[in-house]
């Protein structure tokens, strides 16, 4: 693996055309050096899923260039982005998207096969990452006899078996308990410090913020300053500061989505005083 | 890609049977016709295969003897006798008629046989007599079992009386029988006792049968002589030209129901799957790669299909015989080289639809399982 710095700059991605034009991503530039574990949130229709898919070479962006240790991988043919996607990032997915037919061996075998290694050499490197993982007695076993930690770190093992310098996580934690959520996080904590890998990870968990170097919030395709961004304590909304309904409170500033959040907040702290 | 296809086949046992069971039931359906029509020509043939002649002759431009009728005068046997490398003759008598027994109607190619004929004469006998005398018969024993007769009783053969005095083994198809009576019983009968219809030669050990016809057709003039071997082929071109049509139509529908069958199995296979190809083609899985998935789990299935299919057929040929019914059916290469083909088609063209499926699939749904 070389290390490898990864850089959008002044990327839109619109979707449509004419009146039914929908602009996903506005002019956003990001670079995410090795060993930095990069946390983005924001709302559902942020962009967030958008972003992550033009950072791993899935998608194309409208404008805008998108660099890896340089050279520019947004405008390559669609026939070379396989290669780039196999060898240079891996893909950590919230559903996990293992092959439901073949074992958890195989399936992180199969990655390393389809970037040219021998079978034999693929298998043997599979099952040293699985038994890294703790997963040595699960080698064998379909992915329906998996528990949901235990998917997770196999789809962990497949996106490391080709040594990528940069690992794309779209919502890792989301169908895991706290414990394995706790677990994986650490995982990915470690993949970046103790192998210099870039971890870029798309979620709404707050736990993941513990890990992550770089916290950006990603609100109608653009960044906006995670400083100014606030918890509303009724709905638990992340929410920009500077366009929330503010209420001061027994000498305490609160900050809501709405103006709703706010009336339900003074009902029931009315109703605890009584 | 092969263990993918593998595992992806077999992941689901009950599609997997769907498919193969439709495959073979369809290949099997062409086969069991081809070897239908093999076992039809193979019997069809099988007088003059069993024949013990080297040559037969026949009325000039008369080739073969199903649905053919040829007529020549008698003489022609001395003259033949006279040539040499000619060992020894028989002259027969040829006629489609019935063998009856009561409501019991058969359909039978009838021979009249000379006394103590070395050639033509019934090759394999279950009972009785091989040689027919005045006013006996040798029919089929397969035609005797069915119309309940045994040796010593009686069938009807152009309206007359004919004792059986011979049960003869392999002279009936599926709709025909042979029969043997005395050539002067059929003289008799039928008139014309000057009148043979073929003549059936043995050539002299030393002598080339293909030469020896070409000098009996020299000498002889007005007459076709050709090889037992190009008569017997003459005469398998005669059903060919016949059932052709018929085959390449049951072929032709075997292959669309084979091809529906085996196309909507592995569309369906794929369509299930079309999230995992997407994740493949996300984690950087060529088209290529996914398109030989798809084509080899094709591919597998029809060779599964292909082997049931054949084994199938060929149980089937097995309990027909042991059925006793008079129907052959013959499995041969050439068929199971075409059943092969069109299975290879099959799997080719089932995996069309799937193929412009994945192609289209667009890697970034990967996410959020979109």
Redesign the interface.
């Known amino acids: 693996m070389g290390f490898s710095t990864l850089q959008a700059t002044h990327i839109t991605k619109q979707y449509g055309f004419g009146p039914t034009e929908v602009t996903a991503i506005q002019d956003l530039s990001i670079k995410v050096d090795p060993g930095e574990v990069v946390l983005i949130m924001g709302p559902s229709g942020s962009g967030k899923t958008t972003l992550l898919s033009m950072l791993g070479g899935l998608l194309k962006p409208s404008t805008g260039e998108i660099r890896l240790n340089g050279d520019v991988i947004s405008v390559l043919a669609e026939n070379r982005l396989p290669d780039i996607r196999l060898r240079k990032f891996g893909f950590i997915f919230q559903d996990f998207n293992l092959l439901s037919a073949l074992s958890a061996l195989e399936n992180v075998a199969l990655v390393a096969e389809l970037s040219g290694l021998n079978r034999n050499i693929a298998r043997k490197k599979a099952e040293s990452l699985l038994i890294n993982m703790g997963l040595e007695a699960r080698l064998t076993f379909l992915p329906e006899k998996l528990s949901g930690g235990e998917k997770q770190r196999v789809a962990i093992a497949r996106a490391l078996v080709n040594d990528p310098a940069i690992i794309l996580a779209d919502e890792p934690t989301a169908n895991l308990d706290s414990k394995v959520g706790h677990e994986i996080m650490h995982l990915l904590r470690a993949m970046a410090k103790e192998q210099n890998r870039s971890v870029i990870i798309v979620s709404h968990d707050q736990r993941i913020k513990d890990i992550a170097d770089r916290v950006l919030w990603l609100e109608d395709g653009e960044f906006k300053e995670m400083v100014t961004m606030v918890l509303d304590p009724v709905c638990g909304m992340m929410i920009d500061r500077e366009k929330s309904v503010n209420l001061d409170w027994m000498g305490k500033t609160y900050y809501f989505c709405a103006s709703g959040c706010r009336d339900e907040f003074i009902q029931n702290q009315e109703k605890d005083i009584h | 890609m092969i263990?993918?296809s593998v595992?992806?086949l077999?992941?689901n046992k009950i599609r997997l049977s769907i498919s193969i069971g439709g495959v073979a039931l369809a290949l099997s359906l062409i086969l069991s016709l081809n070897a239908i029509f093999a076992g039809v020509e193979e019997k069809i043939t099988a007088y003059i295969n069993n024949s013990g002649a080297d040559i037969f002759i026949a009325q000039s431009g008369v080739e073969n003897m199903h649905m053919a009728s040829s007529s020549l005068p008698a003489i022609v046997e001395d003259e033949v006798k006279t040539i040499s490398g000619v060992e020894f003759v028989t002259a027969i008598n040829y006629v489609p008629n019935m063998v009856v027994v009561g409501d019991e109607r058969n359909l039978a190619y009838i021979i009249g046989l000379p006394p103590d004929s070395k050639l033509g004469g019934p090759w394999k006998i279950f009972k009785g007599a091989s040689q027919p005398k005045a006013g006996e018969a040798i029919i089929d024993r397969y035609v005797a079992e069915k119309s309940g007769v045994g040796i010593g009783d009686e069938v009807e053969i152009f309206g007359r009386q004919f004792v059986v005095a011979g049960l003869s083994e392999e002279t009936a198809s599926l709709v025909n029988s042979f029969a043997f009576i005395s050539r002067s019983d059929f003289s008799t009968v039928r008139g014309g006792a000057n009148t043979i219809n073929f003549l059936l030669v043995k050539a002299r050990p030393e002598e080339n049968p293909e030469r020896l016809a070409e000098t009996i057709e020299a000498q002889l003039g007005n007459v076709t002589a050709r090889t037992t071997a190009a008569f017997s082929m003459l005469e398998k071109k005669v059903v060919k030209d016949m059932s052709t049509d018929v085959i390449n139509l049951m072929n032709l529908i075997g292959f669309l129901i084979g091809l529906a069958v085996m196309a909507l199995t592995v569309y369906t296979a794929t369509l299930s799957?079309r999230?995992?190809y997407g994740?493949?083609?996300?984690?950087?899985?060529?088209n290529s790669?996914l398109y030989t998935t798809v084509i080899a789990q094709a591919l597998i299935s029809v060779v599964i299909g292909v082997a049931v299919g054949t084994i199938f057929t060929w149980l089937v040929s097995k309990i027909i015989l042991g059925l006793g019914l008079n129907l052959t059916m013959n499995i041969t290469a050439i068929s199971l080289a075409k059943v092969g083909s069109l299975a290879l088609l099959i799997g080719c063209f089932s995996a069309v639809l799937p193929i412009r499926q994945i192609s289209k699939l667009d890697?970034?749904t990967?996410?959020?399982?979109r």
């Open positions: 263990m993918l595992h992806n077999f992941q799957r999230s995992e994740v493949l083609k996300a984690l950087g899985a060529r790669y890697p970034a990967v996410f959020r399982g």
